[in-house]
Structure formats: C-alpha cells, structure tokens
C-alpha cells in the first residue's frame, strides 16, 4: 500500500531507542535487534518522537535541508517503508 501525505507515523510500542556518539541505535524488542541511524535518518526518527504525517515530515527535511522535494520524498518514504517492514514504526492510514 503506497505511502500517502496525510499517513501518520509514530515509533511502535516494540521499541527502544539512544542516541549514541551522534548516531541513533534502536533495538526492536521483540526481535533482539539493533539498528543505527545515522544522519538525516536520525533526524527522521527524532522527528517521529511526535507523531507526524508524512507531510508534516517532509515539509521539516526540506526547511533543514536544501533537498530538491522529489528526492527528499522519495529517500523519506524509503526510509519509512524498511522502518515499518522491521516492526520499529507503525502508521496511521488515512480514513477513507
């Protein structure tokens, strides 16, 4: 089901989470593994402590960064998309 604007996005409940020497390093509990953000993925996960729309997401990379909105959607629903196949984040379809 492809991602859409107004999907929100929040971290699951499976989770934990560090910041660790500028990396983030997040340990799926259910799984007992680990992965490490770095960079603009670090900055997505810090940004999903609030639930946010994927909108809400795209608007804040493209203040912080100067990103043509094309790519930075296209890298952002990547991201969101392994995020969400390892069980680290849970989304909020938009209702019908």
């Given at each position: 089901?492809?991602l859409?604007l107004?999907?929100r996005?929040?971290?699951?409940?499976?989770?934990?989470s560090?910041?660790?020497?500028?990396?983030t390093?997040?340990?799926?509990?259910e799984?007992?593994c680990?992965?490490?953000l770095?960079?603009v993925?670090?900055?997505?996960w810090?940004l999903l402590?609030?639930?946010?729309?994927?909108d809400?997401l795209?608007?804040?990379?493209?203040?912080r960064?100067?990103v043509?909105p094309a790519v930075?959607?296209?890298?952002?629903?990547e991201?969101?998309?392994?995020l969400?196949g390892?069980g680290?984040?849970?989304?909020e379809?938009?209702a019908?």
């Open positions: 089901m492809p859409q107004q999907d996005f929040a971290p699951s409940q499976t989770q934990l560090t910041t660790v020497d500028g990396a390093v997040v340990l799926d509990l799984r007992g680990y992965y490490s770095r960079q993925a670090a900055t997505i810090s402590e609030q639930p946010r729309t994927l809400e795209l608007r804040e990379l493209r203040e960064y100067a043509d930075c959607r296209a890298d952002t629903e991201l969101l998309a392994q969400l390892r680290l984040i849970v989304r379809p938009v019908p």
